[in-house]
């Protein structure tokens, strides 16, 4: 789990990263997640040596990236599980995966450092909240995440508590929203 | 304002990338219209984040972090975000039509409605319909899930009045009767995983030619 201090950690680098290719800051980002990218992907149907060329891609895009990661949006965790999901897609399924528009801003050059706290401490309530549950409960939700529920089984995953957590990550991007436009 | 949402199933569904590609459409257009369901999306892929970082650790090849310098060195420029769009059409949906609605290749089946097949992968499929004003879509019933999101007009139906924006949500127990208000004409977007089955006899026996 990311405690508050590693989480922290994660987000310096990734903004390091983002306003100055800071090469040391990637390599320990590179080493916090490249075992876990390559573990989820491996979960998901990928062989070993597929899901390392992945890993190597996803972690190359999170580079080119950089700059569209916002602290206020998400955690780095969530952003690079949306690039692994969709470079997933491309290797698993070779299917197009339609996306939404953005949102009609980008990144803010000093995010609100507010909206960005509340943001990022949400995100690690909901990860102690997701370690916290039963461990059928917890595997129901990673085998959903790992592609491996049909759409009926998906539905009992929605009845799980969560609840608090995931409306105020809800709440928080609304009001980040209406803050903007 | 939108009143019709997409259900916790599908984005979680959409969240992890377990969709077929015609649902992510409707699933992406959608969002790209309704600030509601985006939000709850960041949530599902927020939980996709928490999965990701209790993953069990696999190791990586000794080589890999200077694998990985190498692509960012020879690789393409940055990806950019998807821009808002300003037409009728949302971003992602215009992706599949090469403009806006003036740009559709409308197909007449009949009744006044137009309908044109949007090219996704085959698990699901998914189509544009163009109802005229006061019009009723034919009477049906469908196999399997079926998203409908509106993108111009309204119609309503038995499950209440779908407006721009608005996804109706039906599965096989549903047989509705959707009728698109006077004025505009009602365009939609439409996702099954199984063809429409029309329960009068002229549109079912156009069916096998134009592909409902």
């Given at each position: 789990m990311v405690q508050g201090e590693e989480n922290r950690l994660l987000v310096q680098q990734m903004l390091a990263v983002a306003q100055s290719q800071d090469e040391a800051a990637f390599a320990a980002l590179f080493s916090h997640f490249a075992p876990r990218l390559k573990g989820f992907l491996m979960k998901s149907g990928a062989a070993p040596a597929q899901a390392e060329d992945c890993v190597q891609d996803v972690m190359a895009t999170v580079w080119r990236k950089?700059?569209?990661?916002?602290p206020a949006r998400a955690n780095v965790s969530t952003w690079i599980f949306t690039i692994a999901r969709n470079r997933r897609i491309d290797l698993l399924r070779r299917d197009r995966r339609p996306e939404p528009e953005d949102l009609p801003w980008g990144p803010e050059?000093?995010?609100?450092q507010i909206d960005a706290l509340a943001l990022q401490q949400d995100s690690e309530h909901l990860g102690a909240a997701l370690k916290a549950l039963p461990d059928d409960q917890r595997e129901l939700i990673e085998k959903a995440y790992f592609g491996d529920l049909s759409h009926g089984e998906i539905?009992?995953?929605?009845?799980?508590?969560l609840g608090t957590i995931k409306s105020r990550i809800r709440l928080a991007i609304r009001k980040l929203r209406q803050s903007m436009s | 304002m939108i009143r019709h949402h997409l259900t916790d199933a599908l984005l979680i569904a959409y969240a992890a990338g377990d969709l077929a590609e015609a649902y992510s459409l409707a699933v992406a257009t959608h969002i790209s219209l309704c600030d509601e369901c985006r939000a709850r999306l960041a949530a599902y892929e927020a939980l996709g984040g928490a999965v990701l970082e209790g993953c069990d650790r696999a190791p990586v090849s000794d080589g890999s972090l200077a694998a990985t310098m190498a692509r960012i060195r020879n690789g393409a420029p940055a990806e950019r975000a998807v821009p808002v769009s300003?037409?009728?059409?949302?971003t992602p949906l215009q992706a599949y039509i090469?403009?806006?609605?003036?740009a559709v290749r409308w197909r007449s089946i009949g009744g006044g409605v137009k309908q044109a097949i949007l090219g996704t992968s085959k698990a699901a499929s998914a189509r544009l319909l163009r109802i005229p004003g006061?019009?009723?879509?034919?009477?049906h019933s469908h196999g399997g899930l079926e998203l409908t999101l509106v993108l111009q007009g309204a119609f309503s139906d038995e499950g209440g009045r779908f407006a721009r924006g608005d996804i109706e949500i039906a599965d096989q127990s549903v047989e509705h009767t959707p009728t698109a208000e006077a004025g505009p004409d009602c365009i939609c977007l439409a996702v099954t995983d199984a063809p429409l089955r029309f329960n009068s006899l002229i549109p079912r026996l156009l069916q096998p030619f134009v592909k409902i």
């Open positions: 950089a700059a569209m990661f916002d050059p000093e995010p609100d539905a009992r995953v929605t009845g799980l508590p | 300003r037409g009728v059409f949302p090469g403009g806006d609605a003036e006061g019009t009723a879509v034919p009477d």
